[in-house]
């Protein structure tokens, strides 16, 4: 009998266990599909308070609850990707639910035994928005320099919807995560005031090359992506007459965490520290 035979992967109870396949292909590739990480039992309460937030009944969120495709000051009736960060802290009933309890499981064999949930967020594109688009970037784009620090991060991201090309799918450039630096990042929206971009919007964005293979994503309900924090990656608008809601739980290494919240960064798009992000120290 093979090993794959005498063990068991997938969900099981509270972990979900990889095949060393599965690792592989994050460390090489940069990302990885799981396929069934919950139920259709599993989904039921975390949808029900997912649900609140798209509907704006989550109050005082300030800039935590915005349009991720557009200036913080877009009207919530004109969002076409739906923003909550940080959903953990403003309805503490999510924490310790069975998809965190899973994401963990799948961060520790990716990252080790301390990978530490560095954040939550809600994203999810309403039906027939072609401008819900995420533009391309890489996510430690964003993050304040950490040097002295292992940055390696699981992006975990739970499809409530069926994720496909249609409704505006996860694309990403396997094995750009390699790349020696980051690729020059620039702010999507062009301020009022020169220097004012990330207080009037948060996305950046980079160009691509003409040589950069783009691969679709395509994540079925319940199913979970994962991706690192230098991969190259975004997403199309949803064209279609569904949604394409995301429930994304990031972990990474306990000192960075902890280094991140000792000079106030929490991912909150309401933090008020000013920082030098990677991008900044590569171009310093």
Not at 149 to 154: C, K, S
């Amino acid at each position: 009998m093979s090993v794959d035979q005498q063990t068991q992967y997938g969900a099981v109870g509270n972990e979900y266990l990889l095949r060393e396949e599965q690792i592989r292909e994050f460390h090489e590739q940069g990302y990885v599909v799981l396929d069934d990480v919950l139920t259709e039992e599993e989904l039921t309460p975390i949808e029900e308070v997912y649900q609140l937030f798209m509907e704006g009944g989550v109050p005082d969120m300030g800039r935590d609850f915005c349009d991720m495709s557009g200036p913080y000051t877009r009207a919530f009736e004109d969002f076409q990707i739906v923003n909550a960060v940080l959903p953990r802290v403003y309805r503490p009933d999510l924490q310790g639910n069975i998809y965190e309890l899973r994401a963990a499981s799948i961060s520790r064999q990716l990252l080790g035994d301390d990978a530490t949930l560095d954040y939550d967020q809600f994203l999810a594109k309403r039906p027939k928005k072609g401008g819900a688009q995420f533009a391309w970037h890489q996510d430690l784009g964003y993050w304040p320099s950490t040097p002295q620090f292992d940055t390696l991060t699981a992006t975990c991201s739970l499809a409530l919807d069926d994720a496909k090309d249609d409704n505006g799918c996860l694309q990403v450039v396997p094995g750009s995560h390699k790349e020696p630096r980051l690729r020059p990042h620039r702010p999507m929206i062009k301020a009022s005031t020169v220097g004012n971009e990330r207080e009037e919007s948060h996305t950046l964005a980079v160009q691509l090359e003409d040589s950069d293979e783009r691969v679709s994503l395509p994540v079925k309900r319940g199913s979970v992506s994962v991706h690192n924090e230098r991969i190259l990656h975004g997403s199309p608008g949803n064209g279609s007459e569904r949604w394409r809601r995301t429930y994304i739980i990031a972990y990474r290494h306990k000192d960075l965490v902890d280094y991140e919240r000792s000079v106030g960064f929490t991912h909150s798009h309401n933090d008020k520290i000013s920082w030098t992000t990677h991008l900044e120290a590569l171009e310093a």
